[in-house]
């Protein structure tokens, strides 16, 4: 006859951890095949991802390696054509220009130097007695620029009365002819002729300049006169 098995307290203990411990592992067991799905779900959705990114980058490398076509290419050319024709055309305005600075700024030394010999004597001052090619500081233009003060020339004292005040040496040379009421105006050296009081009624005077900075002979001319505060220039690449 068997008798009953008798569970200590620690026998009971043993059991109940057991038992625990057996629940915790179907758990653990059935939570990991639940588990093991989204990591799948993830690799899909990263597989695809770079699928895409592939493509994308595939499709950029074909578009960089394309090129130009010849249209593109044509078009290119033209508007750089365009924009140095513009650039050419500026810079030879720019040199013309900076070519005549010096002598435009010495005729308005002239027109301020005759102004305040008429306010002192009521009548502007002629420094080139042989008329508009009685050049100073030089008899003709070479292209070589000179000192404004010249010893030598002939209307050197007449210069120096009028009292024209330059900064630098000048490649122009100029003639200064005045006049009183009612006398004739000299003619320039320029094809166009300018449009001038005749008879006059007051004082005038009339200032000629010539440069030839190339020393081919051929002059560029700028003229103004105490009529106009303007400066008519000819020949300015000259």
């Known amino acids: 006859m068997q008798h009953p098995t008798r569970m200590t307290i620690g026998d009971e203990k043993r059991h109940s951890a057991a038992g625990r411990g057996d629940g915790n592992c179907r758990s ?16 899909g959705t990263s597989l695809a991802t770079a699928r895409a990114a592939n493509v994308t980058s595939l499709a950029k490398r074909r578009s960089l390696a394309r090129g130009f076509t010849l249209i593109e290419l044509l078009t290119v050319v033209a508007m750089i054509g365009v924009l140095s024709a513009l650039a050419l055309v500026g810079f030879k305005k720019y040199m013309n220009s900076s070519r005549t600075a010096d002598a435009r700024a010495i005729i308005g030394a002239i027109r301020v130097a005759e102004e305040s010999y008429r306010s002192e004597t009521l009548t502007y001052l002629t420094t080139s007695p042989g008329g508009l090619t009685d050049y100073y500081p030089a008899n003709l233009p070479n292209g070589k620029k000179r000192h404004w003060v ?6 050197k004292d007449l210069w120096m009365t009028l009292n024209v ?34 008879p006059t009624t007051e004082p005038w005077y009339v200032i000629q300049a010539a ?13 103004s006169s105490s009529f106009s505060g303007e400066i008519y220039t000819e020949n300015e690449t000259e």
């Open 211 to 223: 440069g030839d900075a190339d020393s081919d002979g051929i002059f560029c001319y700028l003229v």
């Open 165 to 198: 005040v330059t900064d630098s040496p000048t490649q122009y040379v100029f003639a200064v002819v005045a006049g009183a009421p009612g006398a004739a105006i000299p003619n320039t050296n320029t094809s166009f002729k300018p449009s001038w009081p005749n």
């Open 150 to 155: 010249q010893p030598s020339h002939a209307n």
């Open 28 to 43: 653990l067991l059935t939570g990991g095949l639940g588990s093991l799905v989204f990591p799948t779900r993830r690799l």
